[in-house]
């Protein structure tokens, strides 16, 4: 049974504009990915009738009611998992994944991932948007990637912090290893993303049908000229972003297999036994800045990468 049902008419001035947009406008407690899912799910009527287009245009006149069902129980099992805890009050936690970890249940990890650990901690309360299998989950990182993450305890907060994500009001500093030692010193990766033709499990950089991807980038620190730490800041954040920017760029990240070469044999010693023996990926979400969904405060979170970085750099001099 829905908890609250939301009727709105098509002013005038909002012809044209696209459904999913012009709601997200009317009803701003709720995100435009929110109100996608709700219109997936049949939750959007328009005069009586069912719509799920959310490009669709809207006009004048239109009279549209938003059924918000209650928020779907996490049911996850809470599993006593030890994380770092940076910050938490009672509307959000703000923790440091480590690498190694998933994020939310799925295909081959039923549990111990960091909703579980979260569950545990915050005694079952999560925001329900997620889902069942994400509750609280409002972004992600790999599994072998670490750092920064916020977890939202409740719906309205979970709705805000993801309205950041959204406009990319969001502050993302990220610091990876990667092989060779680029040319400049500085740059910016402006190329579009998404799946890979050829590879449904991989994203790519694409020439039709892409989202933006900005990827601002500068080198932090060399080793030698076979390595680098390079620090990345997100202006948007798409899947796998930092890692399909940085090997475009033809320094792919050490640990990834993914994105860069499987081979070793051609790295130096002592650095070749480091990386044949990395079970991550070196990029580490370092930094997190967003303003507090219910108080405003603007929050600001810096996580120094694992002394690993530095020994792999050691490695390649």
Known sequence: MSRETFMRVV???AAGRRLDAWLAAVLPDLSRARI????DQGAVLRDGQKVSQASRKVRPGEAYAVAVPDPVAATPEAQDIEVQVLFEDEHLIVVAKPAGLVVHP???HDDGTLVNAMLAHCRGSLSGIGGVARP??????DKDVSGVMVVAKHDRAHTLLSGQFTVHSIHRVYEAVVRGLPARTEGTVDRPLGRDPF???????VSKGGKRAVTHWQVLEAGGTRAALVQCRLE?????QIRVHLASLGHPILGDRTYGPRRTGDLPEPARPLVEKLDRIALHARGLGFDHPITGQAMAFDLPPPPLFKTLLHGFR
Do not use: S, Y
């Open 106 to 108: 799925g295909p081959g």
């Open 11 to 13: 002013e005038q001035d």
């Open 36 to 39: 996608q899912a709700l219109l």
């Open 199 to 205: 590879d449904r499990k991989r994203m790519a950089i």
């Open 136 to 141: 609280g989950i409002v972004h992600r990182l």
């Open 236 to 240: 948007t954040g798409r899947t796998h």
